[in-house]
């Protein structure tokens, strides 16, 4: 009870420090990671070591480059997610075991199947709130990405693919080129804005 209360605390620390907002965080789900991180107990020295595991620098930008990275960072806990329940072990005992005997009602084959079964339907409520969140919230991120891989599946030995990639190089050259102009140009100006409010 002592060490969910410190989490608690360090936890609002945490946030507060930060800058972040729990508006968008439900009760319910605050509540089951504080749970989980009951389950996933590591040292508080190894926690805060000062080496975030989504870096910090990634939220740098504009809107549209924070939404990008933040579609990235759903899509990383998807996948971390999926495979922390599949190192969930199953309750298989061993063929021939007393275990193998149906248990009574009320009681399990297993002393940690209640836990492992507790521990799996939390993580799988988080799975959904971040597949929610992406899924509604971040659907042009996720064109876009797709978009980008399948860039990277261009065939680079065929020849008319090589041939035809020079003859559009000059058009899309220029868009590159027109692109980061006017983003400069902008960033300028705003810049200039800013700097006008200051000696306001």
């Known amino acids: 009870m002592r060490m969910m209360a410190l989490m608690k605390v360090i936890l609002c620390l945490w946030l507060t420090v930060t800058g972040v907002s729990a508006s968008y965080v439900p009760q319910e789900m605050n509540k089951t990671i504080q749970n989980l991180l009951q389950?996933?107990?590591?040292?508080?020295?190894?926690?805060?070591?000062?080496?975030?595991?989504?870096?910090?620098?990634?939220?740098?930008?504009?809107?549209?480059?924070?939404?990008?990275?933040?579609?990235?960072?759903l899509e990383t806990y998807e996948d971390l997610i999926g495979h922390m329940l599949k190192q969930l072990p199953t309750a298989s005992p061993p063929p021939g075991s007393s275990q193998d005997k149906p248990a009574s009602p009320g009681t399990s084959n297993d002393d940690g199947a209640p836990v492992k079964a507790d521990v799996r339907s939390k993580l799988m409520y988080i799975l959904e709130k971040i597949q929610f969140l992406k899924t509604h919230r971040y659907q042009e991120q996720e064109k876009l990405l797709h978009r980008l891989q399948n860039l990277k599946k261009i065939q680079m030995d065929n020849r008319t693919v090589q041939s035809k990639a020079l003859w559009e190089l000059p058009q899309l050259f220029e868009k590159a080129s027109s692109l980061a102009d006017n983003t400069m140009r902008r960033r300028r100006r705003r810049q200039a804005r800013n700097r006008m409010h200051l000696k306001a």
């Open 39 to 73: 389950h996933y107990k590591i040292p508080l020295v190894e926690r805060f070591n000062g080496n975030p595991v989504f870096p910090k620098d990634g939220m740098d930008g504009n809107v549209e480059m924070k939404m990008i990275f933040m579609h990235g960072v």
